[in-house]
């Protein structure tokens, strides 16, 4: 009789090995899928674990190209930050590599995908939803919502003890007590001490960023290009770089080394809990600030507005999951319509723990020297302001009357 395939997206960690192991007990056929995002991985260890384990395949995906390209460079053009502090480097790379699933899962005639997410978090609503979207058809195994599982793991040490009755390799390096999620665009930290909000992150934690109270580094100016507000061009002192990627990776070890883009925040998750989290983002928030300065010059006033509160919409469906949706897709196009004039460059100033504007320049911008000097009155009218100042006092006026006695 033929098994049914799964897909199951593969860490090579303890809860993916030993939820492999137990497909595998539950007589399916399973072919490992590993998305290569960006993240510290061997590769080749993980694929050599898998198949010790019993998948009958492994299939690891250069996704690097593709996330930066069709994610992380549309969240920097559409400002995406959530809750007005995170940048969403976890949330966007889970449709990335839903994607890649979905593929892999076409590609091999498989029913089924499953996935280590904890039924606590939202990776498991991002992953379903987007692989729902790809391919409504699909069926997943969540084992982490399975009473079965869950009443034969509680956490970590039954999975540990499962691991070594069946020969399943485990790290004898102690465990970081938090777990982690790494990508090209950030490493995000969660749980494990870091589930009191009042404990402070050790410094031991952070490995995309250096201590910027430490920091020696003398400060580095740098200039970015942008074209409709996607970043086109990095320049130095030193150097140029056009690659997309490159920018990107370049940033990452510019921001990394000033301890830029470190944060530390309660956030409130979709599925309805408050979580802690910790993350470091040094290309990202680098460009995002580097993009919002470049708006303002660019973009008239009331567009701006209607687009800050479409931004905010995005980054709700983002964190959320929806990035596949009618809504997402919608508000994508609407900002990117916003986008069209932010072009230009701005010039910018590393330095540890933070990042200066210094300049901005465009062909496309809204600001106009001269009428808005102090030193001539070009084709404004000062008088005019008189009544500007008249007509805005109306309501106030009308207020205080209606209020004088109260």
């Known amino acids: 009789m033929t098994k049914e395939k799964v897909i199951l997206a ?24 590993m998305a290569n995002i960006g993240q510290e991985e061997d590769f080749d260890a993980a694929h050599q674990k898998a198949m010790k384990i019993g998948a009958s395949k492994v299939v690891i995906d250069d996704l690097r190209e593709s996330f930066v390209n069709d994610y992380v460079w549309p969240a920097i053009r559409s400002g995406l930050i959530y809750e007005n502090r995170y940048l969403l480097g976890t949330s966007l790379a889970r ?7 979905m593929k892999c899962a076409q590609a091999n005639g498989a029913q089924y995908i499953s996935h280590g997410a904890t039924g606590k978090g939202n990776d498991q609503v991002r992953f379903e939803l987007s692989c729902y979207y790809i391919c409504p058809k699909i069926k997943v195994i969540a084992p982490w919502r399975m009473d079965e599982f869950c ?15 069946n020969g399943i390799p485990v790290s004898v390096t102690p465990k970081a007590p938090w777990s982690m999620d790494a990508n090209l ?11 009191n909000p009042n404990t402070e992150a050790p410094e031991d934690l952070f490995m995309m960023t250096k201590n910027p109270l430490t920091c020696t580094l003398k400060p580095m100016r740098i200039e970015i290009e942008f074209c409709k507000g996607v970043p086109v061009q990095l320049k130095t002192a030193d150097k140029v770089i056009k690659d997309n990627l490159q920018i990107f990776l370049y940033l990452n070890k510019l921001g990394g080394d000033f301890g830029i883009g470190r ?33 303002v010059f660019c973009m008239d006033k009331e567009m701006y507005r209607v687009k800050q509160s479409l931004r905010d919409r995005l980054s709700d469906y983002v964190y959320n999951g929806f ?21 230009g460059n ?12 210094l300049g901005r320049s465009s062909a496309y ?35 205080r009357r209606l209020n004088i006695n109260q």
């Not at 020297?369 to 070009?378: F, I, P, Q, R």
Request: with cysteine; charged share 25%.
């Open 10 to 33: 593969y860490s090579g960690g303890l809860d993916t090995s030993c939820i492999l192991k137990w497909l595998l007990e539950k007589n399916y056929e399973v072919i490992c899928y």
């Open 95 to 101: 449709p990335c590599i839903s994607v890649g699933l």
């Open 151 to 165: 009443k034969r793991f509680q956490g970590r040490q039954d999975l540990l003890k499962y691991a070594a009755e």
């Open 185 to 195: 665009m950030h490493i995000s930290y969660e749980s494990g001490i870091l589930e």
């Open 263 to 295: 944060i530390d925040i309660v956030e409130n998750r979709f599925i309805g809990l408050k979580s802690r989290g910790v993350y470091e983002t040094p290309a990202g928030f680098i460009l995002h600030e580097a993009h919002t300065d470049l708006e």
């Open 323 to 343: 990035w596949f949706s009618p809504e997402g897709n919608y508000v994508r196009k609407c900002i990117e319509l916003a986008e069209e004039n932010i072009t």
């Open 346 to 357: 701005v010039k910018l100033l590393l330095h540890p723990g933070a990042v200066t504007v």
């Open 365 to 399: 911008s809204t600001y106009n020297e001269d009428l808005v000097s102090m030193d001539k009155h070009a084709d404004f009218s000062p008088e005019d302001a008189s009544g500007f100042i008249n007509i805005q006092a109306i309501r106030l006026k009308e207020f």
